[in-house]
């Protein structure tokens, strides 16, 4: 019933490159987002290691938010509801730095990712409004 | 009776505790960030309050989704630093002020705003990382420690006017102790960075320089600034900025600035400092030393 | 567009809940209680909303001490009852409506309500007692239910005045929901009644007799009565009657009442109800059988 | 440090056979409300009927909190930070009734307590503040 809705226009919708971890966001993701702060725990890690499908199959989980952690896809898990700060513990679970899942979401290497941010970091203009840069 | 002796805010940036709690405080990549802290810490040593109310954000550590609450108060004796994923962080406990965070808990919810109370509460980055940046590593915090947990994970926020006048009513509370405390609000957060999505990595010095004059000059009508500007001009996660509403709110119009510090790169964000005098209460008690801050 | 089209207000003794599971309703102490929800349980037959805004308390059941929640708002699909102690109620699980309740959240958020979100949430007879008296034992509630749970164990509560504005700004809320959804607000707790230490069983009848009058009459005057009245003439427990604000601080000034009905004794509480209709809301699709409720 | 300085005058104070549940109750009562929602979990009733002053001793209580929930003295627990709604998972763990534990705060019988309130309850008339019935 109440999914029928269309959904709301968000004020946001228009940043390029940036997804709003808004109410309806956090819905989608719960589970998504509670599996991931299960890795806090290290017996949690260490079943996760070691059977990655089987733990996941634990959790309420779409079989799409399923394959965006196996696949660690961070910006299609996002799109499915999890939060940067929560699909962090996976990165952590699997040993990488932030700056390795930052780069890796960009789609930029790691080394250029570090550089862009030496060199003062990804400027704000052309950034501001999906299509901007034409 | 207490009184709000000055503010600062600054950025919890997790990397920069980690550098710290590493010993890589002296390498080129950190060697500016930690200068850039010199002068506070000084001017902090000569300033110590009785006590920091300090606002800053759980980051997926303490909190889970189960339950998020817009402003929660510590009301412990005591807070432990959170294991993150890598541990514990290596500094000291963090020791509340129950007494007066009872009076702040009866005093703010008469004053209409919502709190929830924390009884037992654990304190991420968000929290030990300024207390570092301002304090070193010494062996216990010098002083109490009443944590503010903001909800920013989740959008939206509270308003930058509302946490404004957050900050104002926790004023008005403070000055309504009857007891003689010295008592610090810090801001934490920020400045613009993105943690998320092709667009991670944005960093934005003309807002964040804007940002920081208008918090010196112009307080009120910055804090108005709509959350979409946060979103847009600062990245998703630049909306911490918030909190520092907080602080600017809690401090008097007499209050200035001695104090600003800006630096990127700091990992994925811009660190931001800046620090404010109560013109009457910061001079109390001053270390008048050579060298010292005034 | 969503619309509220009445509310009420009913005492949530958890006696009532176990004289009806036990299936006592026509035992002498009981038969009364039961008889004085029948015109109401008619009128919610024929006035069922899709959605209520249902604001009640935890009494030490789903909240300890750890976390204290000033106002929590229920995100969650289901809410399953919570075991007091004797085993959970045999009542249907509560389903929520999380598209209406993230909107409530986000709307409420940004007009300066400091929620708590609570996506996973047991609800205890502060919520279920009230249902059992409206519906009576169906298999399944009839309607949404968004729980609200007020903190009112630990002293202070929200003041009225602070309820008032929460139900004002969640009217402007449902009003903005894009949905042409029929809402109904309730109020829970109170009347007169003190649970605890030497004075425990007070029942002050005037006391109750002017609230349910001045609830109907003169609610914004109402809603300024200081805490120190509910403790000293409503009984500690009585404080609980702080709730009943939020659901006419959601009524608009044409709301009239249409029913009341007050007992004593039920347990160790006053029991009262009243019920309030919008002038349009409430009438449209409303059953015109011979002997429902206008 | 912070407990040198005198308590806080209180409006709610001069209300008679009333302790109100604030900050400053809750901070004293703290472990005491939370051992007492501890019983809302089967083990821990069985643990706690096993040997009552063993499982006390598990929670840093003060020793007049664990003697008053030895003697079911609920005014007492009252007095050192308890809240009713805590407290009476010891009533339920006891299986008594709430009117029981009711009756016991007032040094009444629980028969004359049930009939005060068929009776209409106490009446608030010269009980509004300490010491006004002289
Ligand atoms: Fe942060
Ligand atoms: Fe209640």
């Known amino acids: 019933m109440a999914d029928a809705r269309p959904p709301r226009t968000k004020p946001y919708a228009d940043i390029p490159g940036t997804i709003v971890f808004d109410a309806e966001q956090a819905r989608k993701g719960y589970h998504l987002n509670q599996f991931c702060m299960s890795l806090m725990q290290a017996p949690n890690r260490e079943r996760f290691k070691a059977d990655e499908r089987a733990y996941l199959d634990e959790w309420p989980l779409t079989e799409d938010q399923k394959q965006a952690v196996l696949e660690r896809d961070l910006n299609r898990c996002m799109q499915l509801g999890g939060n940067i700060y929560f699909l962090a513990k996976i990165g952590a679970t699997d040993g990488l730095?932030?700056?390795?899942?930052?780069a890796s979401m960009t789609g930029m290497t790691q080394e250029d990712y570090a550089a862009m941010m030496a060199a003062g970091g990804r400027s704000p203009e052309g950034n501001r409004f999906t299509g901007e840069r034409g | 009776m207490a009184r709000i002796t000055a503010g600062l805010a600054v950025s919890h940036i997790p990397a920069v505790g980690a550098a710290w709690d590493l010993?890589?405080?002296?390498?080129?990549?950190?060697?500016?960030?930690?200068?850039?802290?010199?002068?506070?810490?000084?001017w902090m040593a000569a300033n110590t309050p009785d006590v920091i109310v300090l606002v800053y954000n759980d980051h997926a550590?303490?909190?889970?989704?189960?339950?998020i609450p817009t402003f929660a108060l510590g009301m412990a004796e005591r807070f432990e630093p959170c294991d993150e994923g890598w541990g514990p962080r290596p500094v000291p406990a963090v020791h509340g002020h129950p007494q007066l965070a009872a009076h702040l808990a009866e005093s703010l919810i008469l004053d209409e705003f919502d709190l929830t109370l924390a009884n037992e509460l654990q304190v991420d980055h968000g929290l030990t990382v300024p207390l570092t940046l301002l304090f070193g590593g010494p062996a216990a915090w010098p002083c109490r420690v009443i944590p503010l947990a903001v909800s920013v994970v989740q959008y939206p926020p509270p308003?930058?006017?509302?946490?404004?006048?957050l900050g104002a009513a926790i004023r008005r509370a403070v000055e309504a102790y009857d007891e003689d405390l010295t008592v610090q609000v810090w801001g934490t957060g920020g400045m613009s960075h993105q943690l998320q999505g092709p667009r991670a990595g944005l960093i934005n010095t003309p807002f964040d320089t804007a940002f920081l004059d208008r918090l010196s000059t112009d307080p009120e009508a910055l804090a108005r600034t709509p959350h979409i500007e946060y979103l847009r001009e600062a990245g998703s996660e630049g909306i911490e900025l918030v909190m520092w509403?907080?602080?600017?709110?809690?401090?008097?119009?007499?209050?200035?600035?001695?104090r600003r510090f800006y630096h990127v790169p700091a990992s994925n964000t811009a660190l931001g400092h800046i620090i404010f005098e109560e013109p009457d209460?910061?001079?109390?008690?001053?270390?008048?030393?050579?060298g010292s801050p005034r």
Chains 1, 4 share one sequence.
């Open chain 1, 97 to 102: 730095s932030f700056q390795y899942m930052a």
């Open chain 2, 61 to 67: 550590n303490a909190f889970s989704l189960e339950l």
């Open chain 2, 159 to 165: 308003t930058g006017l509302r946490c404004s006048k």
């Open chain 2, 245 to 258: 509403h907080v602080m600017r709110g809690a401090l008097s119009a007499e209050a200035r600035e001695v």
């Open chain 2, 281 to 290: 209460g910061g001079s109390e008690g001053r270390d008048t030393q050579e």
């Open chain 2, 23 to 42: 010993g890589k405080t002296q390498e080129p990549y950190w060697k500016p960030v930690f200068e850039g802290f010199e002068w506070s810490k000084r």
